[in-house]
């Protein structure tokens, strides 16, 4: 035997010409097997039957297509939708510092990417499990009801509890543009779900009681089953604006994790490999002019060394009386020439000409150890105006990045002018200091000539006259032949810690120029720029 509950009252629709109804058909033979508990599984088979036409058409619900499963709905209340928010949300960090670093490690956008997503996939399930609902025609049980209301409870709570939090947060950390959008987003979906909670639970109270054959049953649930369309319709129709949010919530941070990624690469690739350039060229020049050194004084050091040599074989000074003094005076020149002699003055010279390329490499690392991507005023003025000004913000940002990013390659080109002209200073200071050296064979180069002449002579006191005079000369003059010897070694090593200090005060300028004077010209642009759009002063 069928029985047919009224769902519909005439005064219901208040028409004067209606003409038909909608009734509730339950199978009794299953009612009776349901109270005799003959099987706890066996469940009502409950369907919708239109007896005749409305004067007018409800909304379009379809009752003839196959019935929901609620296995899909528990498996989606398993934990892998709630499960996979609350993983994507709890990550966000609370401080500014923190969500920008977020924001260059992709955390922060792939964070919010994976939210919205999530949300989607929750607001689409939702959808499909109540369209599965409506069209259950074979007997949908109270249990799957439960089920459907435990999981729009559990969404709810993760959208209130956990999501908007984060969302906070994001107002806290400046992205206020993305904030405001997910705001929106997630108020709209929380409403939508708790109106079809509530109708699914209305609709669950009648089949309820539908079930245990009270008489009571009436519109009720035909009234709410059309309100749950019409529920799930209005939140469905936020989907597009979830897809919105999120291309633009995801383009926007994934465009700043790029730019920020490629300021980095340019900080600590790009400026590595053109600050060695830098100590290349400069350790090249300054080699050069130490193993010039190096190599002339060696040279002289052999001629010298040549001279005491060769006055061994003058056989006729042997006999004077200073001979002895000028052999010390030839013997002393040599020594004075010899590395062992100038090794304290050439080491310090060496490693003056080295600090110049290891003092440019430490200050360059000491900028650049100091110079954060993620704290840099401008960068980040960029990335909140991108982020956090819906209206203005990315046309700003798109129009100052580039701009923004010339800071790098600004400091690139000026340190290069440093290195240039330094390496024209050094490269002159080689030449000058082998000019020098040149001149320190004038005070020996006709030694051994005169030492011959002298030799030459017949006369006994012609010769011994001749040697003295020579030996008095040589022994005032090759002392200040060694005092040459000196300041040349010197004179380089002062240029050398000149070259260092000019260098270093150089680049300094230049850091100073393009990272806080140039950078805040941008940055006041900029402000103008988000403030006023493309119409503002800038």
Known sequence: MLYQICL????????????????????SRLITERRASLSKHAKPRIYFRRKCVLPYELPNIQFDTEPFDGNTLLAANDGNVT??????????NVTETQAITNVSNGNVAGQINDMITAINVTETQAITNISKLLAANDGYGTEELSALITYFNEQIDVIVNIIMPNVVVMYADNYTGAADQLSDVFRHITLGMLVIRDKVVIIQEGMQAANNSEVTVNEIILRNSLDLQRATNNLQAYIPLCEYVKTIAKENLMEAKNYITELETLLYTGELTESGKYVDDIGRIANET???????????????????????FFKNIQDAPRYEDLVTVAIDLSVFFTTTKLLKQLKTMVAAFARISTSLTSRIAALQAGFNVLDFPLFRQLVYTLLGNDEYGRYCYVKYKVQSMDIFSNIFYSAWQCVDNEYARLEYLKTTLGLMIELLPFDHEDFLEQVKICDNHTSGDNLNNCVAALANFYTNLFPQTANKIS??????????????????????????????????????????????GPKGSD
Request: aromatic share 10%.
């Open 8 to 27: 519909i009252r005439y005064s219901y629709f208040n028409r004067t010409n209606f003409s038909c109804n909608y009734s509730l058909t339950i199978d």
């Open 290 to 312: 130490i193993g010039q050194v190096i190599r002339d004084v060696t040279n002289e050091n052999l001629k010298a060394y040549y001279i005491g040599y060769e006055i061994q």
């Open 487 to 532: 300041t040349i070694l010197r004179f380089a090593l002062d240029e050398a810690a000149a070259s260092e200090n000019r260098i270093l005060i150089c680049i300094e300028l230049v850091y100073i120029q393009e990272t806080i004077i140039e950078p805040q010209k941008i940055s006041d642009n900029l402000a103008i720029c988000n403030r006023d």
């Open 83 to 92: 499960g996979q928010i609350k993983g994507m949300i709890t990550a966000i």
